[in-house]
Every structure is written in C-alpha cells, then in structure tokens.
C-alpha cells in the first residue's frame, strides 16, 4: 500500500493537516487534532461543559521512587517532566490536556512544549518494557502499533497484534516514517534512543514522547514509571494499586532474606575477551543487594556493566555458591561450554546455574525483559529463591530456570 498512488496522497494530505495545525496551534490540541488523530476510542469521556474553576484531574499520582519523572497537575492539564529523556540529555516536559478543555496559553520553558489531549486513543509503543504497564492499567486497547511483533510477550497486545489491530510499524527498530504518518497515532513514545526517523516524524506532526524508565537504576524506580502511561491514559488509580503492590510485595521479600547469611554469587559471562557482569549501583546489582546475595565487585557503585578479565573473576568467584547469567542465550551447561570452553572452570557454581530464559516465546521475546520491568517483585522472588532456597521451597518461578547439563 505504500508504494500505491492513494497511499501517497494520503501521506501528502497528513503532512499537509500536520503543518497547517502547526501553524495555528500546538498539535494534539483542539480541532486539529480531530483532523489529524485516529478515530479508534472516540467514545472517551471528555468535557462537555468547560468550567475553568474545576480540577479534572481528581486522582493524581505522587512519584515517589522514580527519579526521572516528575507530573504538575493543573486543574485542566497537566505537565509531565522526563527529566533525562536520554543518557546526558536535557529534560523535555510535555503538556497533557484534559480533552474538550481549550489548549492552554503558556509562556516561558512550556510555550513550545508538546501538547496532547489525554485520555490518548492511540499509541505507538517503541518499546515491550511499555505493553505491560498498558495492560495492567487496562488500556491494552490504546496500543495500535509496536515496533516490533515478535518480541512481543504480554498476552494483552499479543492477541491483539494475532487480530490485526496492532501493527508493526518499524523496520528493523527504525520508524517506519510514512507508515506512522499514515497511522496517526495520538502519540509515538519512543524507547529512550533518538535517531533522524523521529526528527522527521516530529517535522511532520507527529507527537513523539520519550520513556526513560532504563535509566532509573533502582528497581521499584523502574516499575513506577507505569505512571507516565498512567498520565496517557487517565488511570491514575489503577496505576497507584498496581504499584503499590509490586512496592509492597518487594519490600516483603527483601525483608524475607534480611536476616538469611549472603549467599556467594556469580554473575554474568564472558563478552568479546572480558567478563561483563552488573555493577553494583546497577540496576541488577541492586536486585541482588535486596535479595541478600554478594559478589567481589558489589561495592563498585557504578550504575553500568563492569568489564573484568576473564582471569579475577576465575580467581576470586570460581567457588561461588550460585551462578545468575540472566543476559545470555544459553539453555544448558553444554551450550554454555560450547560458547567458551573457560566457563568450565566454575564447576562449583554451575552447580546452581541460572538464566532468565524460562518465559521465552516461540518468536524470540522474553517476557523477562518485558514484564519483569513492571514487576521486579517477580524479579527479586526469583533471585532470592535461588539464593536462599531454604526460605522459598515452594517458589514458582516466573523468568528463570536452572540450567541443566544438555
């Protein structure tokens, strides 16, 4: 349909609403955006009679672990600061108009910012850590396009893409341009990396928003940032329960293992001639840090990968109690040694190997990276059961698996 005449009329007539809206008021607010917006969820509840003496907004999320997220709340609109939308960038703030209310006047940092009418019908999601959290918030239905299919793992959008009510709309994780322009999605939130597919988009009016939750390294962080799509969708409570639980569920299991003696743990493998495992400051590292594991490198607050050679990792965790590989695509002990015929050296903790590749899907997508975004709770069970097996007998597992020897 792309390379068709039609197609590329109607390609040329979006460009054409984009830039005329542009012109006469911020996009994603008032009649322009009826012109330029998907007609997908139209039945949602927007103001009928506009007084400027109410707050539409009467359930507000309060950011309480997420460093890199801040919401205002206005009585008609809302301002959503992602205060690193990229590693060393500066912060962008988005403004989130309650729909049938008339697009705010703003002057100073805000006069240019994004405006876009909330609750959105439409998104396009740059990234599966994103379908989790519309799914638990119940608006799998918002999601009208994925940048790619195959690595989609939540049942929700699953079924959805398997209807045909979810498109594909990158190519090898580049933004098809036209394709989205075509679409019209209420919003494309990307997956926290820039490149010159989504300067075009923006050229052409499409609202493009950036999610940063991988840049929070603590885990409950992370999970919170289910309130910026919270903010999207006008599910604020749902968001605050379904936090709320994943915060109080972590907690539980740290406090579990308080008291239990620190289990020895290996972590990662070897990657182009050096052994990269999680920093302590880590997102990881933290996860092990609660789970009441310790390794020779934890005390590297760093918040990335830690390349060590090959010969001190064999030299001070060769008798680790435990091996967590989570990142590697290996299934067995054969295919690990099969990979590196040094791995043999860490008989005793492969003795207790354990990769994140028991939600794997028949296309390829790992539910690890997926939901254990949202739910680190599962995470971190997981992690303690393997390193204190004693205190979760009956645990059942949700991303990972022992491996065996074949």
Known sequence: ???SRRARLGVNRLRAVAVACLLVVPLGVGACSSAA????????DCITEFDANTDYFPNKST????????IEYHKSYQVM????PMAGAAPVSYVLVRCGAPAPRLDGALADAPQVQVPIRTMYSGSTTHLPAM??????DTVTGVSSADYVSTPEIRSRIDAGQVKQYADAGVPNVERVIAARPDVLVSDGYEDASLAKLRQAGVTVLSDADWLENGPLGRAEWIKFFAALTGREKKAADVFDEVKRDYNAVATKVANAPKTDVLLGGIENGAWTMAAGGSYFGRIIRDAHGEYPWAGDQSTGSARLSIESVIDRSRNADAWILSDMTVNSLAELYQQDERYRVFAQPAKQAWNSTKAVSETGGNDYFERGVLRPDLVLGDVAAVLH???????????YRQLPAQ
């Open 1 to 3: 349909m792309a390379d």
């Open 37 to 44: 917006s998907n007609d997908a969820g139209a039945d949602r």
């Open 63 to 70: 950011i309480t672990d997420a460093s890199g997220l801040s």
């Open 81 to 84: 600061t992602v205060k690193e």
């Open 135 to 140: 799914a638990a918030l119940g608006a799998a």
């Open 389 to 399: 097996p004693e205190l979760f007998p009956d645990h059942d597992f949700a991303f």
